[in-house]
């Protein structure tokens, strides 16, 4: 039960779904080429600076991908609220 994995922190939306995607396992591979190929043709000092800017460019579509997760989960909780008090109103007797 999603509510039940949600209490537990068993609710991980951002680990599933991937393998959904045939075009992310193309992308996966499409990043490793191109990894390899910067390890190769870069000194060790801007490889490392590439992998620090990847580093900070990964947390920071974390941070956006949080944020985005939280404002759809409350519009999608005010909608049902919304759609609840609708319900109500129109059950009353007039």
């Given at each position: 039960?999603?509510?039940?994995?949600?209490?537990?922190?068993?609710?991980?939306?951002?680990?599933?779904?991937?393998?959904?995607?045939?075009?992310?396992?193309?992308?996966?591979?499409?990043?490793?080429?191109?990894?390899?190929?910067?390890?190769?043709?870069?000194?060790?000092?801007?490889?490392?600076?590439?992998?620090?800017?990847?580093?900070?460019?990964?947390?920071?579509?974390?941070?956006?991908?949080?944020?985005?997760?939280?404002?759809?989960?409350?519009?999608g909780l005010?909608?049902?609220?919304?759609?609840?008090?609708?319900?109500?109103?129109?059950?009353?007797?007039?």
């Amino acid at each position: 039960m999603v509510m039940e994995s949600i209490y537990n922190g068993d609710f991980r939306p951002s680990e599933t779904g991937i393998g959904d995607d045939p075009g992310m396992w193309d992308l996966i591979k499409e990043i490793d080429v191109l990894q390899t190929e910067l390890k190769r043709n870069l000194d060790e000092i801007d490889y490392q600076m590439v992998e620090q800017l990847v580093d900070k460019l990964l947390q920071q579509h974390f941070l956006e991908a949080q944020a985005h997760f939280c404002s759809g989960f409350s519009a999608g909780l005010l909608l049902i609220q919304e759609a609840r008090a609708l319900g109500e109103k129109q059950m009353l007797p007039r």
